[in-house]
C-alpha cells in the first residue's frame, strides 16, 4: 500500500509526539520522586518505567516507519511506497504491551497501597490475566485469514474482560477505607484506563469490519498513538496526582 | 541458511524484547535503590550493572543480526538471506556471560549479607569457577566438529556441576540464620538459577544432538532471549525483594 505525503506526515507527527510525551513524562516522574511519601514512591517509579519502556518502542517503531515507507519525490513531495528490504514492524507493540500492560495494572495496585495480602491477591489474577490476552491477542494479529484473527480476538478478548470484572468490581470492595477525595481520582482513573484500552481491540477488529486501506491504517495508528499516551503517560500523572494526595493525607 | 519473515520477525521482536527489559530492569533498580537499607545497596547495584551489561550487549546482538540477514522483498515480505560480508556474531554472548555470570554470584552472595569471611569464602569457589566454565565452553561453540564441542562442553560441564554444589549445598548450611519469608524468596531464587542456567547447555549441545537448521535455530535464540531475561531480569528483582524483605527485617 502507498501513503500520500500528508498521510505519511500524519503518522511521523503522530508518533514523534508519543516519543516527546512518553520520554519527558518518564523525566518528571523521576523528578517528581520526592514529592510523596517512600511508601508511593514505587508506584511512581514503575509509571516513569513503563513511560520509559514505551518511549523505547515508539523510537523503534519511528525508525522502523521511516525505512519501511519511502519515496523518490523532490523535497518529500510525492506517494510513499513500500521499500524493498525493509517491513513496518507492529509486533513492537506487542512486545512493548506484554511489559507495560501488566506494570500499569502494578502501577494502580501499588499506589493504592492496600494491605499486604489483598494486593498480591489482586496482582495474582491481573498479571498472569494481562500476560495471555497479549499472547493470545498476537497469533491474530500476525494473521492474514480473517477467522484465525476472529479465533484469537475472541480468545484474548476473555482474560480482557475479566482483567475488567477484577478492577470494576472486587477492586471496588477494597476502596472503602481510601479518602474520598482519593476515591474520586481513583473512579477518574478508571475510566480513563477503560476508554484507552478499549481502543486496541477496537482497531484490532477494524480488518474484520470490511475497514482497511490506506485512510485506515492512518487512523489506527493515530488512534494507537493517542491511546497509549492516555494509558501510559496522563494515567502515570494521575497515579502522581493520587500519590501526592494520598501522602497529604497519611501526613 | 535462509529465514522466512516471520522466523526473522520472530528473533527480530525476541531481541527487542530482551533490550528493553535489561534496559528498564536496571533503570529501576537504580531508581528503587533508596528503598532498601544501605547494606543491600551494593546487591542492587550489582543487578542492575549485569542487566546493563546485558542491554549493552543485546543492543550490539541486534544490530549484528539486522545486518547478517537481509531480504530485497518489498515491505520486507520475502526470505531474508545470510548477508555478503557481515556475520552474526555469536561471541557477544559469551562476552557478556564473562562478565555478567561472575556478578551474577556476587549479587547473590551480597544480598545474603553473611558473615564477611564466609562471603569471601563463597566467592573464592564461585568466581573462578564460573570464568572457568565459559572459557572452556568458548572454543566449542566456535567449533564446526562435534568430537571438539563434545569436549570442551564436557570439560565446561565441571566447573558447572561444582557451582551448582556449592549453591545447593554449601550455601544450604549458611542460611540458618535467614528470616523464614528470606528463606522462601531464597529457594525461589536458586530454583529460576538452576531452571534458567540449564537452558545455556541444553542450546549448547542441541547440535550433537542433531537439532539443526532455521527452525532449531530461531528456536535457540527465543530460548537463549528468555533465559536471559529470566537470569538477569527476573532474578535482579527477586534480589530487590529479599532486599526489601531483609531490610524490614533488620528495621
Ligand atoms: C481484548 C483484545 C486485545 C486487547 C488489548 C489491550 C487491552 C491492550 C492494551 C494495551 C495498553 C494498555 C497498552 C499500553 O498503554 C488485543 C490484544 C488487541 C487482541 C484482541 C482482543
Ligand atoms: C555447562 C556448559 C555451559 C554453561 C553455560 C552457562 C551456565 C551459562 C550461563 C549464563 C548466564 C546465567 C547468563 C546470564 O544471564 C556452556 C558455556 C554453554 C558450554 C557447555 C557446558
Known sequence: DALT???FDTVYNFLSLVIAAQLFTAIFLILALQRVLPRYRQALIIAAVVCGIAAYHYFRIFDSFKEAFVTEAVGGRGEYVQAA?????????YVDWLLTVPLLLVELIAVLALAKAVQSALLWK????ATLMIVLGYPGEISTDDGTRLLWGVLSTIPFLYILYVLFVELTKSLDRQPPGVRNLI???RI??????LVYPVAYALPLL???????WVLKQAG????D???KAVYGLIIYRLAKLKSYADD
Not at 480513563?192 to 484500552?197: D, E, T, V
Not at 470490511?210 to 485506515?216: E, L, Q, T
Not at 494507537?224 to 491511546?227: D, G, H, K, N, T
Request: proline share 5%; no cysteine; glycine share 12%.
Open 5 to 7: 505525503q500528508g498521510q
Open 85 to 93: 528490504g525493509a517491513s513496518f514492524n507492529e509486533g513492537y507493540r
Open 126 to 129: 491481573l498479571i498472569p490475566a
Open 187 to 189: 473512579s477518574q482513573l
Open 192 to 197: 480513563l484506563l477503560l476508554i484507552s484500552w
Open 210 to 216: 470490511g475497514i482497511s486501506g490506506p485512510d485506515a
Open 224 to 227: 494507537y498513538s493517542l491511546a
Open 229 to 231: 499516551i492516555a494509558a
